[in-house]
T-cell receptor, first 112, second 116 residues
Framework: KQEVTQIPAALSVPEGENLVLNCSFT??????LQWFRQDPGKGLTSLLL?????REQTSGRLNASLDKSSGRSTLYIAASQPGDSATYLC???????????FGAGTRLAVHP | SAVISQKPSRDICQRGTSLTIQCQVD?????MFWYRQQPGQSLTLIAT?????????ESGFVIDKFPISRPNLTFSTLTVSNMSPEDSSIYLC?????????????FGPGTRLTVL
């Protein structure tokens, strides 16, 4: 059974820092991995999608890497801003049709 | 991407009643998904809804409790039946869209349900 773990559970940093959020999964047979952002009480915003054959994806200040063999992904946020404060969720698709299996998330607070 | 709307955005209901949540997408999609996010928890898939066929439910979720309709390729409903306080959650629908990097999933804004 696929399980997704995210570390740390919470993170508080001053503005301007570069951040690394970690995601690990137990079964390396994934189809893809997706990073989302969730603001309090809101839905999910897709940030980056990495196919199983890819090593990384970039969008603006965000860079996500994937090491499928070791069951790990990292989300790198450069020059963090208070507007980046949110919960970041990692999810993988594995085991057939496109069911997303989510980690518990990393709650990020960036203070001025 | 995909533009997804949900109605209602939130509701407060009495135990024993039922609530139907609507999900509308801006273009046709094959698969729609319904997720539940309990307070302080991450998301769990309830069921997958394909147009023209019965929904496929995940372990722990049953059709009598969460009936789903999928009348066309842009719309779906999820009903939470005979509600109890344990059903208080955010319910989200999502769709899958093929893109340059593969099949990406996009989520609606969610329906926040409180059961008293």
């Amino acid at each position: 059974k696929q399980e997704v773990t995210q570390i740390p559970a919470a993170l508080s940093v001053p503005e301007g820092e570069n951040l690394v959020l970690n995601c690990s999964f137990t079964d390396s047979a994934i189809y893809n991995l997706q990073w989302f952002r969730q603001d309090p009480g809101k839905g999910l915003t897709s940030l980056l999608l990495i196919q199983s054959s890819q090593r990384e994806q970039t969008s603006g200040r965000l860079n996500a890497s994937l090491d499928k063999s070791s069951g790990r992904s990292t989300l790198y946020i450069a020059a963090s801003q208070p507007g980046d404060s949110a919960t970041y969720l990692c999810a993988v698709v594995s085991g057939g049709y496109n069911k997303l299996i989510f980690g518990a998330g990393t709650r990020l607070a960036v203070h001025p | 991407s995909a533009v997804i709307s949900q109605k209602p955005s939130r509701d407060i209901c009495q135990r024993g009643t039922s609530l139907t949540i609507q999900c509308q997408v801006d273009s046709q999609v094959t698969m729609m998904f319904w997720y539940r996010q309990q307070p302080g928890q991450s998301l769990t898939l309830i069921a997958t809804a394909n147009q023209g066929s019965e929904a496929t439910y995940e372990s722990g979720f049953v059709i009598d409790k969460f009936p789903i309709s999928r009348p066309n390729l842009t719309f779906s409903t999820l009903t939470v039946s005979n509600m109890s306080p344990e059903d208080s959650s955010i319910y989200l629908c999502s769709v899958e869209r093929p893109g340059g990097a593969g099949d990406e999933q996009f989520f609606g804004p969610g329906t926040r349900l409180t059961v008293l």
